[in-house]
């Protein structure tokens, strides 16, 4: 029999369990399944697995070839292979400096010339003596650009907020809608505003678009050579940031062995370093770096990535739940949802596997979350009562930032309790035992037997915040190969762009004939007849 009908056959054996009995069976239950690493701990108990499950996914793990692939990754080998690149996000936070090679030549040296050129610049702007055209110190940085070179920067600074620097605030425009920059410029004074244009290709339509606005507001107020002072580019493309009128000298590189929704820990980061300093940016890259090695270097058992990898895997795969809720119970990490959904869901989400025949099987979820206990009180219902299976994250960090009377202590009940609710439920004999009144037992049955991972960590730090985002970018990772799929191309965001570069025109010119679907065409005759 193949691991994968093994995996199969078992779902049946697991299908006929309940999580509460399970807990009630065995005291060891936590025991055996939780995971350390530094002051994390993953109890992944609350799972529909037992001992055999987590056995066979580990199996599969193993007859998938995840520690060689794994291996692969952190040597530098192309393993985006539809793209003939390497995938070297962890090579920007490898702190032990050993050398990394790609066709044969090591990247630390420059990776580390980059990450100077990023300190002595954050360091000018935060003390004030990087200077605007008119002599003033810069209060406001701007960061344009969109995907990878907006979320990952945008959800960092709310994430590591505590830390920014009070002198000076930031802003992240992404979308093409003019509201974005138009409402961001409102709030800024030309005098004393950074702008820095982050674009991997530096062809991005949306971020051209805004870069372009926003130089054209500054020139308007302080002439055309002001861009020398209020512009940076943290760009892969030399010739298009010179053309944009960036000087060189104030630009920022990284390289194509780094994925843009991987790009944090590269110059995409530069605004982040400018918020936190440059000794809170590499605590951030060494938890990252010890997240890394132990990805690399533990045994599967008591690997945290691949631990979370294999439940979410069997969650979606074999027990079909197609659906994933992450949620933080961390005002500052709202925005990790959004982050993760593009970090997931964009590497995962596809349907073709490597060697190009179709897959067979579920491959990434839908993910989806809000910082608790907001979502408690609006979606949580679906998740408790619904039709649905929605495993879910729990993450909370064991101090607050912002220890205020009891509200930390009410935070972390919450979280707790919801994971308990979800696994226990709520069965007719204690709604009788409680007094409900027979004909609402129905409606206030909690089925339970809900699974979800609870991930604790002492507190919101650049390092932990560091660790954390690197255990999520190792586990769709692991999925990924599991799957068979590459997680690190994107082509499904492409033919949107394609349609939408033919439509521009169509839309500004009503004599273009139209010779697009009734609805698509219709759709555009509409704009055109209001706005034209
Ligand atoms: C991420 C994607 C995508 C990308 C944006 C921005 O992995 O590739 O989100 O980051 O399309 O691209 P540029 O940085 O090239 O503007």
Known sequence: MTIYDKLLTHTDVINNLHLRTLFEEDEQRFNKFHVLFNDFVLDYSKNKITEETMELLFELANFSNLKDEIDAMFEGKKINTTENRAVLHTALRNRSNTPIYVDEKDVMPEINQVLEQMHLFSDKVRSGSWLGATGKAITNVVNIGIGGSDLGPQMAHDALYHYKAKNLTFHFVSNVDGTDITETLNKCDPETTLFIISSKTFTTQETMANAQTARNWLCTHLGDTATQKHFVAVSTNTEAVKEFGINPENMFVFWDFVGGRYSLWSAIGLSLMIAIGYEGFISMLEGAHEMDMHFKNTPFEQNMPVIL?????????????????????????????????????????????????????STGPILFGAAGTNGQHSFYQLIHQGTHLIPADFIAPIHSLNETGTHHDMLLANVVAQSEALMKGKTPDELRAEGVAEELIPFKTFEGNRPSNTL?????????????????????????????????????????????????????????????????????????????
């Open 309 to 361: 990898a294999l439940i979410g895997l069997w969650n979606t795969t074999y027990l079909k739940a197609e659906s994933y809720a992450v949620l933080p119970y961390d005002q500052y990490l709202a925005k990790l949802p959004l982050y993760l959904q593009q970090l997931d869901m964009e590497s995962n989400g596809k349907s073709v596997k490597k060697n190009g025949k179709n897959v067979d099987y």
């Open 456 to 532: 604790l960590f002492n507190k919101m730090t650049p390092k932990a915040f560091g660790s954390l985002i690197a255990l999520y970018e190792h586990k769709v990772f692991v999925q990924g190969i599991i799957w068979r799929i590459n997680s690190f191309d994107q082509f499904g965001v492409e033919l949107g762009k394609q349609l939408a570069k033919a439509i521009l025109p169509e839309l500004m010119d009503k004599t273009k004939e139209l010779t697009h679907d009734s609805s698509t065409n219709s759709l555009i005759e509409k704009i055109r007849t209001i706005r034209l």
